[in-house]
């Protein structure tokens, strides 16, 4: 039944679709339609039809990255054309389990193109990159930083142009940050970390910064109940519970921001994307550092990268590395870094006179690069969405005080394990 | 020959129906009893491996019985809080059209729109719940959306604000085909305003009460936009809602015979549920 509709609809498509006279590359990008980044991609696409007569690219937008995904899949599944899409970044085993994605390797056949593959920064090539091929280039990527009010640290009496370096140092300094009214209520909080939406994020940086990541690279195994990994929850549990530099329970990602700018909270944690909506928004000089380190520096990268669809002629294939490529050159890297707030993906990016210009103007931009060294994966396994919820619970439930760090990360070890037992 | 008219006429709405409707949930019924497909693994027959699990699932115990809450939480206030307004705004009062206006506005804004604006509400410190508590009664910040106990509560408030205007409509409609007389008659003979609305206007407008149930009770299984803009269903689930985790369930986890099980709990709870209520309450109602 499925199969016939499928031809069904596949007919009905084809008669649909007019003849191709040149190679057409449809390229799904998840983005909301009319959003002002989509003039951004539009134009690029447009500017490489113009060098490279022949090819032509169909971007397109939808939604976020999960409505993208589907739909990129929906589209290959019904048998519509679909060469290439930018998609998160973590659905890499997923797509690899649907074996609708090959690696670039396959068709980055000369020395050149080869060379391509490693112009990148190695900690972004972590999320794509599987039994030693590559299969996501990066092209929108974020970190995690700290954000400082510089106000707030001179009022306190600390030096306005130095953030923490280390976790005892963060939990001082907040406590010197905290700022109480008559009556003995908080009126501004030392620091606030976001525990909605992507807690398990925040907490790789915790355990990262802690000497561990959290899945290994094969994708089929997590590490939640070590020891360090569980006193990583436990001191972030404390910023609220014990030190009480931070509010108790969960901290919620989409209006941390606001409460950074309206002066409530004078340090928080928050991804490199919100630069520019912070640069616009505060009206007090505030700062941009690595996060602090325990045993290390650390910071999960985030976001998109470009993946190859299976079903492509060969023809398809190169039009489509050549469009990727030119997607990725230095120069549009840092035009794109710069339009965006998204970290330029390669090194000589940040070579090219634009985005050096813009970096010294306004070096905030660049602490996300120079955090690279400390950089580690995104989570992502086999089963990812539901490895992750497993952890993002656990760390909910620790922070609210429902369960202890350790109780509730060793019962989603065990869940995870469970998961993760038939790919391995 | 008639049979013939008969059929072509009901042709265009039986496609759509069994296209849309039954066909999708006996699919839904035949997937819940297979495991999620992949290329390594294809998908084969479980039986009822799919409801074993949802037995031994807590997640799932933990979103029904939100659910029930939720359900507890929102229907009665919002249903008593909708006949109210709409027996006020019956009256003859100054600016009548403004007051009606005011208290349908809620339901015509989208919910994405309205999650966004109670989000910020909520926020600890700078929200305007915190503001008017440390104005009013001194009290200090409580950090409403990330505290397990008070989470759901939240919610519920939004949905009423957001419900009890829809509903009042009904009920204005309702009120509004009353005939005058009866009032008039029952003013001669001395009956009280509460006495009137006890025996007269309460008992008339169940119709509309029965109807507004079913509406609210669907709905509060439905409603859960609101979740993807204020909680994601955190922390750790407090907030979460039966077709919340089937969406989690379907396109985060992507194990859509899971996904399937748990839609055809939800529809066999909806439907016993119509029944019901429409079987023990029909009795109660009269209908003119």
Known sequence: ?424 | MKHVYGWLLLTPAAILLVGFTHYPAAATLFDSLFSTGTVVRPSRFVGIGNYAALADDPIFWQVLGNNFWFALGTIPTSMTIAMLMAIWVNDRLPARALARMAYFTPTVLPMIAVANLWLFFYTPQIGLLDQINAALFNAPSHNWLGDPRTVLACTMVMVIWKEAGFFMIFYLAALQSLPPELEEAARMDGASRWYFFRRVTFPLLMPTTLFVLVNATINSFKLVDHLFILTKGGPDNASSLLLYYIYQVAFSFFDTAYASTLTVVLLLLLAGLALVQFQLIERRVHYR
């Open chain 1, 1 to 424: 039944m499925r199969t016939l509709l499928a031809l069904l609809l596949t007919g009905l498509l084809a008669a649909a679709t007019p003849a191709r006279a040149q190679t057409e590359i449809t390229f799904y990008y998840p983005i909301a339609v009319g959003g002002p980044l989509t003039k951004v991609i539009d134009g690029y696409a447009r500017a490489f039809e113009k060098e490279h007569p022949g090819v032509k690219i169909n971007p397109i937008y939808a939604g976020n990255y999960d409505d993208a995904r589907i739909r990129a899949l929906a589209a290959l599944k019904a048998g519509q054309p679909a060469q290439i899409s930018v998609l998160y970044s973590i659905d890499l085993y997923e797509l690899i389990e649907q074996d609708v994605i090959v690696p670039w390797d396959d068709v980055a056949t000369t020395a050149e193109e080869k060379a391509w593959l490693k112009a990148f920064y190695p900690a972004l090539m972590m999320n794509g990159t599987y039994k030693g091929k590559v299969y996501g280039i990066p092209f929108q990527r974020s970190t995690i930083v700290l954000y400082w009010n510089k106000d707030a640290f001179k009022e306190a009496g600390l030096d306005p142009e130095k953030a923490p370096a280390d976790w005892t140092e963060m939990a001082q300094m907040a406590t010197k940050l905290v700022k109480k009214d008559a009556r003995g209520n908080v009126e501004r909080w030392g620091v606030m970390v976001p525990s909605t939406g992507y807690p398990y994020w925040m907490f790789q940086a915790f355990a990262r910064q802690n000497g561990h990541d959290l899945m290994n690279p094969e994708g089929n195994r997590t590490n939640y109940a070590h020891p360090d990994v569980i006193a990583a929850l436990q001191y972030w549990r404390d910023l609220g519970a014990k030190d009480r530099v931070m509010p108790e329970g969960t901290v919620e990602w989409g209006t941390l921001r606001q409460q950074f700018t309206e002066g409530k909270t004078a340090m928080m944690w928050h991804t490199t994307g919100n630069l520019t909506a912070v640069k616009n928004s505060a009206k007090f000089p505030f700062g941009v550092a690595m996060l602090p380190a325990s045993k290390q520096r650390g910071s999960p990268t985030g976001g998109g990268n470009f993946y190859l669809f299976k079903k492509t002629t060969p023809a398809e294939r190169k039009a489509a590395l050549d469009f990727v490529k030119w997607m990725t050159t230095p120069e549009r890297a840092a035009d794109w870094s710069i339009a965006t707030g998204y970290v330029a993906v390669r090194p000589e990016a940040y070579e090219t006179p634009k985005l050096k210009q813009y970096a010294a103007d306004f070096p905030q931009a660049v602490v996300a690069r120079d955090q690279f060294k400390f950089a580690t994966a995104e989570l992502a396994t086999f089963q990812t969405g539901r490895v992750r919820k497993l952890l993002d619970d656990a760390i909910q439930a620790a922070l609210t005080g429902q369960r202890t760090p350790a109780e509730a990360l060793k019962a989603a070890q065990t869940e995870a394990d469970r998961l993760l037992k038939p790919y391995r």
